[in-house]
Structure formats: structure tokens, C-alpha cells
């Protein structure tokens, strides 16, 4: 069961889990988000940064974990 809420960037409870760097302060962290722009491996997203306190661009640097809605066979 999943809601489909789209109001605001930051909510990471979906997706796959994501390796990714803030273009702000370059702090590298691990994320969730359904909303990447570009390639899911390389591409960028927006999500809270803690040390910015504000909602940031991160570039993706690896996928981590694979999302559900992929439903990915190699
Ligand atoms: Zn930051």
C-alpha cells in the first residue's frame, strides 16, 4: 500500500536508495527518491540537505538498492 504523494520534494520514504552528493556542500549521503531527473544512475534529484537545512540538488554518485517500481530483470 502506498500513497501517491507528490506535494513536496524531500518526502524519501520510495525509490531506490541512492548514494548521492549535495551540490551545495558536498556532503555525500544515502537517499530515497522517486524523482530523479536524468538517468537513475547518474542523474539528480532534490531532497533535504541536514547541512544546508533546506532543500537541495544531489547528484547521484551509485545506486545503492534497487527501488520496487523498477521491477528491473538484468
Ligand atoms: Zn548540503
Known amino acids: 500500500m502506498s500513497s501517491e504523494s507528490r506535494s513536496a520534494p524531500g518526502v524519501g520514504h ?5 548514494s548521492a552528493r549535495c ?3 558536498g556532503k ?3 537517499k530515497r527518491t522517486t ?3 536524468g ?10 540537505c541536514h547541512s ?6 544531489w547528484n547521484v554518485l551509485r545506486v ?9 530483470v538484468q
Open 14 to 18: 520510495a525509490g531506490p536508495l541512492l
Open 23 to 25: 551540490t551545495g556542500c
Open 28 to 30: 555525500v549521503s544515502e
Open 35 to 37: 524523482e530523479i531527473v
Open 39 to 48: 538517468e537513475r544512475s547518474r542523474g539528480s534529484f532534490q531532497h533535504v
Open 52 to 57: 544546508c537545512k533546506c532543500v537541495t540538488w
Open 64 to 72: 545503492l538498492q534497487e527501488g520496487e517500481s523498477s521491477g528491473g
